[in-house]
């Protein structure tokens, strides 16, 4: 059975950090991307930071300076390091793995609450 698996969302206050970390299942065949998508109550999904397996990243512009993207290829694994978090970023983060014939996988989402 294909699996995402997503772990490190919570409450954090405005100005702290959080790291989510998102391992996929190795029969999910030739990966070609792992990501971050987000969506907020009422909102579109929208796109967060993506890596490819070559290394190349993407980040929504919102998040750039604040968010990066990491993984190990050879794991199946992508984290995102969120830091300077602000409340318009509160939202349930998506993890994606795209194959390389652009099938997407979805992990089940954890929760990011930023509040004071």
């Known amino acids: 059975q294909v699996q995402l698996v997503e772990s490190g969302g919570g409450l954090v206050q405005p100005g702290g950090s959080l790291r989510l970390s998102c391992t996929a299942s190795s029969n999910i065949f030739r990966i070609s991307a792992m990501g971050w998508y987000r969506q907020a109550p009422g909102k579109q999904r929208e796109l967060v930071a993506t890596?490819?397996?070559?290394?190349?990243?993407n980040y929504a512009d919102s998040v750039k300076g604040r968010f990066t993207i990491s993984g190990d290829n050879a794991k199946n694994t992508v984290y995102l390091q969120m830091n300077s978090l602000k409340p318009e970023d509160t939202a349930e983060y998506l993890c994606?793995?795209?194959?390389?014939?652009?099938?997407?996988?979805w992990g089940q989402g954890t929760q990011v609450t930023v509040s004071s």
């Open positions: 994606n793995a795209r194959t390389a014939l652009r099938y997407d996988y």
């Open positions: 890596k490819t397996s070559g290394g190349i990243t």
